[in-house]
Every structure is written in structure tokens, then in C-alpha cells.
């Protein structure tokens, strides 16, 4: 069983942001509003995930580190559904096998919460622990046991980038969220609460890029596109500023790259992309979201409908600007 567990992990815990990204989808699911995160050592001495969630029953807490155990699909019908960020009970499992995990909780209502352990894959035995309602995880030394892993991690300041990815992304689809990052005690993000995505996106790229955004909104039967692009004259160099989110969740997609390139086509200088965050909201049943280990692409029904979405609704915004 230690061998699987680890196969297993490869594919979802690729490097410290894979944990964050996994323990941040948690929270969101548990109903945080605010989550804080300390890193150490680019995640690989320490990852920190703080919440103020749901919580977990204390008898429910060695199931959170079951394989295949997840909380949130009753239903074959769910899997079809998917509402939460997390449904294959695969995340904690996979890190509880490849780190020296502690994970404490509190459940609403409950007088103490309770706290267990897993290094390896071992489980302690669950004991109480006072602390508030919600959730608390430290994950120390990723990969200790798979050295192999652990050498082809990259630079402090790759890993540390990585996660910054991961918080920025998850910021950009829950705007309501308050989040915080620390790197080494060190403060990187304090994003309070807001109602708009553009002013995360004015604290994460700069108030140039968004003084500089159209807002798009447009539906084609079921399925709605909305979100903002950059006018092309902003320039951030080479850098691919896209960002796609699903229902809720981010993602990439080679054929909705392609087709914003395609809107932009003729206005943009050479080497340069299209900045766009754009949100899809396509009824469950038309979209498969179970094809990859971290969820990070999709498969849609009918994508030549997605692709005619994005490319006019863009191309007509951007007409409208006069471009
Ligand atoms: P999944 O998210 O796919 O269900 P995970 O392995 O990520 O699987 O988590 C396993 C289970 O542990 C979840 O289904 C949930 O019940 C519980 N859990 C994990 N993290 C939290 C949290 N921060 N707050 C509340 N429950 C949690
Ligand atoms: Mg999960």
C-alpha cells in the first residue's frame, strides 16, 4: 500500500504549490472566508493552511487521509455535478503519504476540536485539540521519503513563484475571499475581501492593466462568458497573462488560447498575447472535468460552441473599443 500511495501522489503532488493548490481548494470547499498560508523554505520545510471552515467531526478525521474518501460525491449523479473544487479523496491522501502531515479541526457546534497526525502514510491516533472552529494543516518536509522527487525540485524562488501562481489563482475565482500569503514570516499577499475581480487583478499584475480592462459578458444558450480583457495596447512583455476559470475553477485550454488569439489578431504586437481572465460557466453535464490528475483540463461537449463564443464575444468588445 506504501508503493500506491506514492505512484498516486506523483500524479497530483507534483511540487509544493500542488499542496497548496489542494489544501486551499479544501478550504474553499469547507466555506472559508479566510484562509492565511505560511510557506518555509519554498514549501518544502513548511506549508500552513489556516481556515475558518466547516470543520471536520473528530471521528471523520482518519477518513480525511483514506484514499478515495471524500466527503463530497454521495452519488454517481454528483460526479456528473461537480459543486466543490475537491471530489476523488485523492489530495490528502497523496500528501499524508509524501510528508510529515498534522491536521487539526474543530467542527461548528463542538466544544473541542481534535487532532491527528500522518507521516508516510502512518496515522496517529486522533486527540483533542483546542484551537477554533475550522481547519488547520501543516504539512512539513514534502517529499522526505521520495528523495527522488525532492531532487528535482527546483530554486526557493521557483517554488515560492509557484505557489504565488496557485494563491493568485484561487484569489481570482474567489474574490470574496480573504487570503493571506507568508513566505518565511515574511507578509507576499494580504488580500482582503472585495466584490471585484479587478481589483485583485489591479494588486497582482498593476493599476495599468486594470485601467485598462473591457468587461465582457455574453451567453450562448446555457452557457455564460464573462470576465475581463486588456486592450492590447497594454504590454507586459512575453508574458502569457491568461487566465481561464470553469465554474469556479481554473483551468487551460489550447483551443481557447488559440481562440483568443485569434480576436486579437492584427492588434497586438509580435511575440505578445492577449491578457484576458475569463470566466466559463457551462452546465456540469457539459463538461468532463474528471480527464486530469489535477483537474487543470476539461472536456467540453460541444467545443467549437466555446470556441465561437470566446473569439466573437471578444472580437465584438473589442470593435466596440475601436480597436
Ligand atoms: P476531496 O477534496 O476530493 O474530497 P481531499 O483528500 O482533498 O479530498 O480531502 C478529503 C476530505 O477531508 C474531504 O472530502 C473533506 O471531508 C475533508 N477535509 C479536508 N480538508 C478540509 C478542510 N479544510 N475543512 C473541512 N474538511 C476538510
Ligand atoms: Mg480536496
Not at 497594454?234 to 488560447?257: C, E, K, P
Request: neutral net charge; proline residues 4%; contains cysteine.
Amino acid at each position: 500500500p506504501e508503493v500506491v500511495t506514492k505512484i498516486a501522489a506523483g500524479e497530483v503532488i507534483e511540487r509544493p504549490a500542488s499542496v497548496v493548490k489542494e489544501l486551499l481548494e479544501n478550504s474553499v470547499d469547507a466555506g472559508a472566508s479566510r484562509i492565511d498560508v505560511a510557506i518555509e523554505g519554498g514549501g518544502t520545510e513548511l506549508i500552513q493552511v489556516v481556515d475558518d471552515g466547516t470543520g471536520i467531526a473528530a471521528e471523520d478525521l482518519p477518513l480525511a487521509f483514506a484514499t478515495h474518501a471524500t466527503s463530497k460525491l454521495r452519488t454517481v449523479e454528483d460526479l456528473f455535478a461537480i459543486r466543490t473544487l475537491g471530489f476523488r479523496g485523492e489530495a490528502l491522501a497523496s500528501i499524508g503519504g509524501v510528508a510529515q502531515v498534522l491536521l487539526q479541526s474543530r467542527a461548528a457546534g463542538v466544544e473541542i476540536g481534535a487532532e491527528i497526525q500522518c507521516w508516510g502514510g502512518q496515522l496517529s491516533e486522533v486527540r483533542p485539540w483546542n484551537g477554533a472552529v475550522g481547519t488547520r494543516v501543516e504539512v512539513r518536509h514534502l517529499f522526505y521519503n521520495v528523495p527522488v522527487r525532492k531532487k528535482f525540485l527546483k530554486s526557493v524562488a521557483t517554488e515560492v513563484g509557484h505557489i504565488c501562481e496557485a494563491v493568485i489563482r484561487l484569489a481570482l475565482a474567489c474574490p470574496h475571499l480573504h487570503l493571506t500569503l507568508r513566505h518565511n514570516g515574511k507578509l507576499i499577499y494580504d488580500l482582503p475581501a472585495t466584490v471585484g475581480i479587478p481589483e485583485r487583478i489591479g494588486l497582482f499584475f498593476g493599476a495599468d492593466v486594470r485601467d485598462a480592462l473591457y468587461e465582457v459578458d455574453s451567453t450562448a444558450g446555457p452557457i455564460r462568458l464573462w470576465g475581463y480583457i486588456a486592450d492590447p495596447r497594454v504590454d507586459r512583455g512575453h508574458a502569457r497573462m491568461q487566465y481561464l476559470f470553469l465554474n469556479g475553477r481554473w483551468f487551460r485550454d489550447r483551443m481557447i488560447t488559440h481562440a483568443l488569439q485569434e480576436a486579437y489578431r492584427g492588434l497586438l504586437l509580435s511575440g505578445r498575447y492577449p491578457v484576458a481572465f475569463l470566466f466559463l460557466i457551462v452546465p456540469p453535464q457539459q463538461v468532463d472535468v474528471n480527464v486530469h490528475p489535477t483537474k487543470a483540463e476539461v472536456r467540453f461537449q460541444d467545443s467549437s460552441l466555446i470556441y465561437s463564443l470566446i473569439r466573437s464575444t471578444i472580437q465584438r468588445r473589442l470593435r466596440q473599443a475601436n480597436l
